[in-house]
């Protein structure tokens, strides 16, 4: 079945380095790539987006790549912060539908 | 402009019970959806609408689960019985049109006992 899938479930960083988040996905027909942040007791925030026929994409301090030969998603962060700590999805739309996420990696900032 | 907004923010309910969900989209978008968390796992897609039209249901698990959007604004979510594998966290999300970009709510806390 279609399925989008995070390497680690977990990282930690040190305040001010940068973090890098990656994502495996499985569906080949997907088109779109979006980066959620999900804080506590809220829904998932939109961070970033990347179409198909693009490789990288640069926001305000992140930063997504999208591989498609090895079909792999990564959010790097630059200077990461605390306020970044939270829980990062990434999910996978075919076609502007339904958004398949994956199962999301929790990011610790130690200051 | 307002977010999408979810009621209730938590709802604890006995196996066997009714529970229904509401959600107000952001004004104007004409495109909701639902998505679901249980524990552990990751967020799931439950349903689509354009309006008031279901666009793709594929991912509601069983017919417990009703999704209404009468008159093309706000939505309903109706679990009737529950079980207690419902238990999870209910997030409904709202986009303008087919773009991509959509918008969540903060999600309901189901707790079935």
């Known amino acids: 079945g279609e399925s989008v899938g995070l390497h680690l479930p977990t990282l930690s960083v040190q305040e001010g380095d940068n973090s890098i988040i990656n994502c495996a996905y499985s569906?080949?027909?997907?088109?779109?790539f979006i980066w959620y942040k999900q804080e506590s007791g809220k829904g998932p925030q939109f961070i970033i987006d990347?179409?198909?026929?693009?490789d990288k994409r640069q926001g305000q301090r992140v930063t997504v790549l999208l591989n498609k030969t090895v079909k792999h998603l990564s959010l790097q962060i630059a200077a990461t912060q605390p306020g970044d700590s939270a829980v990062y999805f990434c999910?996978?739309?075919?076609?502007?539908?339904?958004?398949?996420f994956g199962a999301g990696t929790r990011l610790f900032v130690k200051a | 402009e307002a977010g999408v907004t979810q009621f209730p923010s938590h709802s604890v309910i006995e196996k066997g019970q009714t529970v229904t969900l509401r959600c107000d989209p952001i004004?104007?978008?004409?495109?909701l959806y639902w998505y679901r968390r249980v524990m552990g796992k990751e967020i799931k897609f439950l349903l689509h609408?354009?309006?008031?039209?279901?666009?793709?249901e594929s991912g509601m698990p069983n017919n417990r689960f009703l999704a209404e959007r009468t008159g093309g604004t706000y939505s309903t979510l109706k679990v009737q019985p529950a079980e207690l594998e419902d238990s999870g966290v209910y997030f409904c999300?709202?986009?303008?049109?087919?773009?991509?970009?959509?918008?969540f709510g903060p999600g309901t806390r189901l707790t079935v006992t």
């Open positions: 004004s104007g978008h004409d495109n």
């Open positions: 999300a709202s986009s303008r049109d087919r773009t991509y970009e959509q918008y």
């Open positions: 609408f354009v309006k008031e039209s279901k666009q793709d």
């Open positions: 569906n080949s027909a997907s088109d779109y």
């Open positions: 999910a996978e739309n075919i076609g502007g539908f339904k958004t398949i």
């Open positions: 990347i179409r198909s026929n693009m």
